[in-house]
């Protein structure tokens, strides 16, 4: 090579380097990702409740979430038949549970926790709060207008469809045993779908379905259930039947938990329903997804975290989690505040949300 082509070749070089170095130089460096390989992948069972509920829709929302944002840990969403189940399978075996999550109302982890109602003889789990994910209220419904409280349906001889015996706050667990202590009602134990289906085709006088209420105070409306939207989209006159006093409420509250606040008397205002006409006087129970005591620190740090950081997502899974804000999945009630995860609470701490 002659002398003069290799000054060209030095000189082209030289200006390759002056246009490429400045414009590397200006571009801010990549974002670090965490190698696959970093650390081991963690897979953990989400059991959550029957398909198509909101408590499956957020175990799956999360699945898809921990696949699309975090490097190791993997969230499978598992139907069963409601957080009693759950909880009743999961004292069969605690060890063979250790690093799952579970779905349980604030009524179930009461009885749980003391061995009482659906969970006497069961072997009592000492469960840690990651995150909440709503205040569910029962709601009862009928065509007929004479009936309009859980005393007439008494008086009057009526039958009631709800969810099945092992269910939480719509059926058996809670809801149902409230009717049977508070006035004497022997409700039928079915499934939500099949209580909407009776009420429907004429087969029972009333049937219960279920909404999701936002937080005390704010004007959003209330997330509606599939069998109570079916049952106002029916095309008939639909009436709204009323739980009783507050006191009613309280004292079952006490006799059955042995506390005033688990499922605490709650208003749903008028019109805050179409059809709603006054306002119903009811309950609620929240519910959260809790995992052992002995979960690893570092993963309900991460579980939580992940959900923190991703609110924003959740509705486009389902409308229920349009509610979703670090203040809304964050505890509120001291039952479930007492038995937060160490892990949830630096989560919650280190994303600036946590209420003292």
Known sequence: MTRK?????LGSV???????????AGCPAPTPTLSPTSHPRVEVAMYTSPLGSSAYQLG?????????????????????????????????????????VSFNGAGETSLERQGLGAF??????????????????????????????????????????????????????????YMEYTFGIEPQYLDLSVAKNALLDGLADVALAGAILPEKGSDMPPSLTAPLIEILSSGRTVYFVDWGTPEQIVDWNKSYFTAESVCPPRVLPAGAIEGLTKDLQGFTSASCFSAMKDFPEELAYEFTKLCVEHLDLFPEYHALFKFFTPQYIQPSEPFFRELMHPGAVRAFKEAGFWKE
């Open 5 to 9: 082509k290799v000054l060209m070749l």
């Open 120 to 177: 006497e003889g069961f072997q009592t789990l000492d469960r840690r709060v990651l995150v909440k994910y709503c205040d569910a209220m029962p709601i009862l419904l009928t065509f007929d207008p004479d009936i309009k409280s859980l005393a007439d349906v008494r008086d009057k001889g009526k039958s009631l469809a709800m969810g099945t015996r092992e269910q939480g706050i719509y059926g058996g667990v809670m809801a149902g045993n």
């Open 60 to 100: 799956l929302a999360m699945e898809a979430i921990s696949r699309k944002f975090h490097p190791w840990l993997r969230i499978y969403a598992v139907e069963t038949l409601g957080g009693s189940a759950s909880m009743k399978m999961l004292s069969s075996d605690p060890l063979k549970w250790e690093i799952d």
């Open 14 to 24: 030289c200006l390759a380097l002056m246009l490429v170095v400045p414009a590397i």
